[in-house]
């Protein structure tokens, strides 16, 4: 089983955002989410930091919220698409690994926003308390951090575990899924269409099998205060306030 990391590169990442439909739709949807969980800009140079970026769903929503962005994710060709698609924000995208937060971000921040499927991309469910430290660290006093994750505390069974990702004319993607005990392997299977035909493109990565009660104590004991939200598409969203008490 690969991981995560070199699926995105062989698999995932040249059609992710498709999976996602219209770009600037979501766009919008993720500013409306982050607007109702209360998300503005403090001051009028107020950083935040993208925890898992992707191709810039979230940054480009917070750049229009007022924010100047940092964006950290592993995925060079997604970075490359938010550089391309947020041209004239400020919005500077970096390549690095989430759980060195803390040294990848050099300032202080009013907000942190790791969304999606991000956290449960983590080797370790142990890791989620290298993050929020890290976070901690690095938020001002009242500072948030904006979580968004799908429970996966739950099985889906049978047919339920093949889920259609997206499909045209040129690309058709599925995934099924198959439990183990902390984990659940996500087998993504995409066809393309070729002059001659139809490419095949197969492979499989790993998610940790994350319960909000479990991400939330996590939160708990990095100093966060915690409040919960539901987000779209069944997705859960946590927001933690820091109280200052980590900072370094």
């Not at 992707?54 to 995925?75: H, N, V, W």
């Not at 979580?147 to 058709?172: H, M, N, Q, W």
């Amino acid at each position: 089983m690969a991981p995560v990391r070199d699926h995105y590169d062989t698999v995932l990442s040249e059609y992710y955002s498709r999976m996602f439909g219209e770009f600037d739709a979501k766009v919008a949807e993720q500013h409306a989410l982050l607007e109702r969980l209360g998300v503005t800009a403090r001051s009028g140079a107020a950083m935040a930091v993208d925890l898992g970026c992707g191709s810039g769903f979230q940054s480009i929503a917070l750049a229009r919220l007022g924010f100047e962005i940092l964006a950290i994710d592993f995925s060079q060709r997604l970075l490359a698409e938010l550089r391309d698609r947020a041209r004239g924000l400020p919005v500077e995208a970096i390549a690095g690994d989430i759980r060195d937060v803390a040294t990848l971000v050099p300032t202080a921040v009013e907000l942190a926003v790791c969304m999606g499927d991000t956290l449960s991309h983590l080797e370790f469910e142990a890791d989620l308390t290298r993050v929020f430290d890290g976070v901690a660290a690095r938020l001002v006093a009242g500072g948030r951090l904006v979580l968004t994750f799908r429970d996966l505390s739950g099985e889906l069974c049978d047919l339920d575990r093949v889920i259609p990702l997206y499909a045209s004319d040129e690309v058709v993607m599925t995934c099924f899924l198959e439990y183990e005990p902390s984990i659940v392997k996500v087998h993504d299977l995409v066809w393309v269409r070729q002059p001659d035909g139809w490419r095949f493109r197969k492979g499989v990565y790993r998610k940790l099998r994350l319960a909000p009660e479990t991400v939330t104590i996590r939160l708990e004991q990095a100093g966060f205060t915690v409040e919960r939200h539901q987000a779209p598409a069944g997705m859960v969203a946590l927001v933690g306030v820091s109280v200052g008490q980590r900072r370094s």
